[in-house]
Structure formats: structure tokens, C-alpha cells
């Protein structure tokens, strides 16, 4: 995608024949209630959202599982503001039993995906697009509110 209104949220996928895409980034809680949400460009590391997608989270969050794309060492930072960070390490052969806790995540973004228009991105700008992502995150809280009672 080429023109003024391409912007930083949008880049070619490094896993899709280099077409333009991007990455939607979340924390949620144990229950998979997104309690934060961001938009990034698809040729974006994972890292860059390690420090800014925490500061949107209530600081009473204690632990934060992260998968090997967010294994940069930049563990100090999110001790200093009171988060213990469990991030699966390059180095470690895979069955480290993070899996137990992280399909809470993978879970969330299955049900983010089952919006079409978040699963296949059709808006140049991303400002809609991070509408969408707010807007299915909300729906999806509202969907899981009905079915608590």
C-alpha cells in the first residue's frame, strides 16, 4: 500500500508474501477479557508492544505471560513497575509448560478472528481498523457478561 494515509500501522507481512497487513497485540486476563488492545504494523517486531501494551493495564496485574516473539530482555523494565514477566525463552526447547496458560490468549484471538472484516483487513487507515478491534473486543466482554448470569 502506497500514499499519505499508509502510516506506521500498516507493512508487508513477513510470512505472507510480503503483502500488506498488520498485528493485533493483547493482554487479557484469565479469563480472556482483553484489557488491552493495539494495532501494529505486520512487518512490526513483537517487542516494540512489550512496554507500551502493559502501561495500559490496571497496575494491580502481577503476572504477564508473553510467547518467544517478546524474549528481548527488557524483563528489568516490567519489574520495575511491579509485573513479574513469564516469557518462553529462544534458547529452551519448546514443552516449557507455558502452553498451559497461554491458550487463555490464543483463545482471545480466535474469538477476535470470527470478525471478518478484523481477520482480513479491508480499511487503508488504521484508525477504523483499531475501531473494529476495540469494537469486537467489546462485544465479545458483552457476549461473556450475558452468559456469566
Known amino acids: 500500500m502506497s500514499g499519505p494515509s ?13 503483502r ?12 480472556g477479557t482483553s484489557l488491552a488492545v493495539t494495532l501494529t504494523g505486520g512487518n512490526r517486531h513483537d517487542v516494540t508492544q512489550l512496554l507500551p501494551l502493559p502501561d ?6 502481577r503476572c504477564l505471560y508473553a510467547d518467544r516473539g517478546y524474549d528481548f530482555g527488557k524483563d528489568r523494565l516490567l519489574r520495575k513497575r511491579g ?4 516469557i518462553a525463552r529462544r534458547s529452551i526447547a519448546h ?12 483463545r482471545t484471538f480466535a474469538w477476535l478472528h470470527q470478525f471478518t472484516r478484523l481477520r482480513t483487513r479491508y480499511e487503508r487507515r488504521a484508525d477504523p481498523q483499531q ?3 476495540e469494537l469486537a473486543c467489546s462485544l465479545i466482554r458483552l457476549r461473556r457478561l450475558r452468559t456469566s448470569f
Open 56 to 61: 495500559a493495564v490496571p497496575p494491580q496485574t
Open 20 to 31: 500488506p497487513g498488520s498485528q493485533h497485540h493483547l493482554i487479557v486476563d484469565r479469563h
Open 95 to 106: 514443552g516449557s509448560g507455558l502452553g498451559k496458560v497461554r491458550w487463555v490468549v490464543e
Open 83 to 86: 509485573s513479574k514477566p513469564v
Open 6 to 18: 499508509k502510516g506506521d500501522h500498516v507493512g508487508p507481512s513477513p510470512v505472507d508474501r510480503a
Open 131 to 133: 475501531g473494529l478491534l
